[in-house]
């Protein structure tokens, strides 16, 4: 074929011969799918809410089948994407494969204790929310409790320090939902985002049980340490730890390695929090007040006027 003048594909292949970063040309070989990632999140759904998620079930005497089927389908799905995001942790070597039926083994024996603790989610939801009028409508419609589902099943791989996998599943959530939380965060029972628009969770984050979150709350890290070269360092402990019984407010953030929420507090609205606070602590930002004042009547046209 003919390269045209400015060759527009010329340009581009002269820049896919530099190796590294977004050059990754074996990525379909040696890359797990994100194509594959995503529809093994909407797999894990549909065995974690049967009914709710995925083909309907119109007889409940073919749960059983249906279950096994789709857990067979899905452990097909994952294993050569866990093999090819374990080739990059040990460079090529063949134990991936048996890496990869270990780790896939230990993540479906947990299925059924994550599906327990999603029920303290849910009800966590019904409970915290007024507007809630029954637990089939907050599985079917309130984000929160689908995040959190992929979040717990990521974490049970990122403890196995499967690369990329654990990102990729959250991210999926993330896109989703709109909740970012990073597979890393350790979140205990009853766990509820209300609304959760907007809401980040870091990696380090340790969160209790009955924690509540509004829309906008970020949990994250207040600074980064550098090397010599100036370069960020990898790991450490970044992001807050939230204990039992707390609520945070929307838009609020609470920034820090170091910084605890202490039980039973609460974070009103719009507060930027960069230190620990006591248990039973009271959070709130008043540095404006708001004011309500008379306004003049708009001027309203007379009848037959323009």
Known sequence: MDKLPNDPAEALLQTYSVGGGINYLAAAATLPSRPAIDAACVDLLSLLFPGFHGEPITDPGDLPDVTRIRIRSLRARLHPEMIKSLARRSNGSDASAVDAERI???????????????WSDLDAAYEGDPSATSFEEVILAYPSLEAIAIQRLAHILYKHSLPLIPRMMTEWAHGQTGIDIHPGAQIGS?????HGTGVVIGETCVIGSRVKLYHGVTLGARSFQKDEKGHIKKGGKRHPEVEDDVTIYPNSTVLGGETVVGA???IGGNVFLTHSVPPDSLVSYEANQLQVVHKLPRATSRPNEP
Do not use: C, K, P, T
């Open 264 to 266: 039973r507090s609460i």
């Open 104 to 118: 896939l083994a230990d993540f479906f024996s947990h299925l059924a204790s994550v599906r327990e603790m999603l």
């Open 190 to 194: 009853h766990f509820f985002i209300d």
